[in-house]
């Protein structure tokens, strides 16, 4: 472990949280067009240490009367983990919840992808894990760039997502004795992650849409299939009062109002064309969110799986992921010798290069995901590349074959290896996997505070959507713990504390002014998209293929000065082309896929600009925020705490220009140090 050092955002026992925001100043910005705006707090309580800020809070905060919670109206955009647990919690709570999806079912929300499994310290081990511990990876896996009042509420809540959702049917995986089976992820160095095979995603959406479905059929949640946000409804003094819908199969606008918003709508991570997420998640709700004044932290955060499928074609439109519990029992290696296109196996074990065993001894192939990325995506740009396009590394499960048997291999993974085979064409018990980086999970979101809201009264957010938790680098399955976390027990207490002083307060007008100002914003956009006639017409496909490549280039793995600049100034020219030459066929009063993904293309060439805004600006490495410029002896990441120890909150300020917020980061029971994982 490095050793600790004394720093400004190291906690001491005089720290006054107060004095330390009111005396920080955030640095000025390189970046041509952004200026730096206010300092930010987190809202939490911080008269307690962050290890009990969560506890307090729950203890003090503002509740209202079973007899009265019909009163409130909750709209909950998104049925994923988040979004599902959250409107089936407050239903069954009392309060009349609205919740928005535009698949034809809440079950086809993208957590039911998830494969690898859900952390919790639980502490039925005898490896000493703790709810420290489990901060504490958090915390360092995501190099220091997430707050520790949200990791130990992440920790300290995690038994009961274990427990609760064995209770609702979730099928964890059992030991012969038939206790709870768990296994290990990257960034650890204990067992700690419940699973249901390789299927965790999907059972835990299983339950949860269960529990929404009994909530639906009580009468407490009223749910639309086929609406997707198209704006918010945002009064004059700046809180969020609904949202605007549109209904996929007929085009229709309408507007819904609510006392509370929740946005649980994903991650951004198709941004880049090619990712792991299924092709309809999107950043259309951040982003109209984003235009009505809340606040994007930290977009450039973007986690790259180092255990993808590599791309095998140009027509290929997305990627596919094996699970990083295959890191458990396969080794990742290069031939040693550049070029070597013999078989694998026929490359005899002294002429392989077991890299991340080689490099970080003390992790080995389990190290963060950002680092085995980096550490793959190097090994394949020097020259070590495997497969028909030298794009890939192996991943071998042939010493655990022969370990433990083929039998415990395939009752372990035998749906990644079947999903792998169908994929591929080749038996994975037989010859090493070929896995490759590819775009996976977007740590940044909606800067929230420590009770999840938004910049914007009213408007909470949610899940992958939201920033919390993962700072610059997500551990392997903290994600749909942290989901799981904040539908099933956070928003059902920081909903109510909002709404409790609101008692008394009439659901908001459908048809007031500002309602109908964002139902025209909504179809003027609509409108605009359609009416476009260029001379040179493409359609959305076109140009979001065009940004995914740039990003790729500019905002990937790797980062540099340069190409963040040129990523920047082609993505300008690529959004000047889209609004003058998009081609849409069809009408708005219909089911129309194209006119769908316009839209979210459109959003995509504002995110991806703003990523390479906040990639540049922030002049440092950390986590997966990798930059060429600032690089330790060894190559590692480098952060520089003395000048970025903080979130970056952007709102827009015009074309081309950007208001940088910052939320300084301290730390307490968790102190700065440098990431080793040697």
Not at 310 to 339: A, F
Not at 463 to 486: D, I, P
Not at 611 to 628: F, K, Q, T
Request: aromatic residues 10%; negative net charge.
């Amino acid at each position: 472990m490095s050793e600790v050092t004394q720093h400004p955002h190291n906690q001491t026992a005089d720290f006054n949280y107060d004095e330390a925001v009111a005396a920080f100043t955030a640095p000025e910005s390189s970046v041509d067009g952004v200026t730096v705006g206010k300092v930010l707090k987190d809202n939490a309580p911080h008269d307690v240490s962050q290890e009990h800020q969560w506890q307090w809070a729950k203890e003090h905060f503002g509740m209202v009367s079973p007899l009265n919670r019909r009163k409130f109206r909750v709209l909950i955009i998104g049925t994923g983990l988040a979004g599902g647990a959250a409107a089936a919690a407050l239903g069954e709570l009392g309060y009349d919840v609205k919740v928005f999806t535009y698949h034809d079912s809440p079950r086809r929300a993208h957590s039911i992808a998830a494969q690898g499994g859900v952390n919790s310290s639980r502490g039925k081990k005898l490896d000493n894990d703790s709810t420290y511990l489990h901060t504490k990876d958090t915390v360092k896996g995501g190099d220091y760039r997430c707050r520790e009042n949200d990791c130990w509420r992440l920790a300290m809540e995690s038994p009961k997502v274990i427990d609760h959702m064995n209770a609702i049917g979730a099928p964890f995986s059992r030991e012969y004795g038939g206790t709870l089976a768990t296994r290990s992820f990257g960034g650890v160095q204990v067992s700690r992650t419940y699973y249901t095979r390789g299927q965790t995603g999907q059972q835990l959406q299983l339950a949860t849409t269960s529990a929404l479905y009994r909530q639906i059929g009580a009468g407490n949640v009223e749910i639309f299939t086929h609406n997707e946000l198209v704006d918010l409804v945002v009064n004059d003094d700046g809180v969020c009062e609904g949202a605007v819908m549109r209904n996929l199969i007929t085009g229709e606008l309408k507007v819904h109002t609510g006392h509370a918003t929740v946005l649980a709508t994903g991650g951004y991570g198709n941004v880049y064309h090619m990712s792991t997420l299924a092709k309809n998640s999107n950043a259309s709700a951040i982003m109209r969110a984003y235009d009505r004044g809340a606040y994007l932290a930290s977009p450039s955060f973007v986690q790259f799986h180092p255990t993808g499928l590599p791309v095998n074609s140009d027509w290929q439109s997305k990627t596919i992921l094996m699970s990083e519990s295959l890191r458990n029992d396969g080794r990742i290696w290069t031939p040693k010798k550049k070029g070597d296109d013999r078989d694998p196996k026929d490359i005899p074990e002294d002429e392989r290069d077991y890299f991340l065993e080689r490099r970080y001894p003390a992790f080995g192939n389990l190290v963060p995901r950002d680092i085995a990325s980096r550490a793959n995506a190097q090994q394949i740009n020097a020259g070590y590349g495997v497969g028909p396009k030298k794009n890939s590394v192996y991943l071998d499960l042939g010493d655990a074959i022969n370990r433990l048997g083929k039998d415990t291999i395939r009752e372990r993974y035998g749906n990644l290896i079947q999903m792998y085979e169908e994929a591929i064409g080749e038996n994975a018990y037989e010859t090493p996997m070929r896995i490759a980086p590819t775009c996976h999970y977007t740590m940044g979101g909606l800067w929230t505070d420590f009770n999840e809201m938004t910049s914007v009264p009213g408007l909470f957010c949610s899940g992958e959507s939201s920033w919390m938790y993962h700072g610059a680098n997500r551990l392997g399955a903290n994600s749909l713990l942290s989901s799981s976390v904040e539908g099933w027990f956070t928003l059902p207490f920081t909903v109510p504390n909002y709404l409790a002083p609101l008692l008394g307060t009439p659901v908001p007008d459908p048809e007031s002014p500002q309602a109908k100002a964002a139902l025209d914003r909504a179809q003027a956009r609509i409108d605009r998209l359609m009416n476009i006639r260029g001379d040179n017409p493409h359609g959305p496909e076109y140009y979001h293929r065009q940004l995914g490549e740039i990003l790729y280039f500019s905002c990937g793995v790797a980062r540099n000065v340069e190409d963040m600049r040129d990523g920047i100034e082609k993505i300008r020219a690529l959004r000047k082309d889209f609004w003058e030459n998009l081609r849409i066929p069809g009408g708005t009063d219909e089911m129309n896929q194209t006119l769908e993904y316009a839209n979210r293309v459109a959003d995509y060439l504002d995110l991806g600009e703003l990523m390479c805004v906040d990639a540049l600006d922030r002049d440092e490495s950390c986590g997966a925020h990798y930059r060429d410029d600032h690089l330790s002896e060894d190559g590692e990441a480098q952060r520089d705490d003395d000048n970025w120890c903080f979130v970056s909150a952007w709102q827009s300020d015009g074309e081309n220009r950007f208001i940088r917020h910052s939320e300084p980061l301290y730390f307490d029971r968790i102190p700065l140090m440098t990431r080793n994982y040697k």
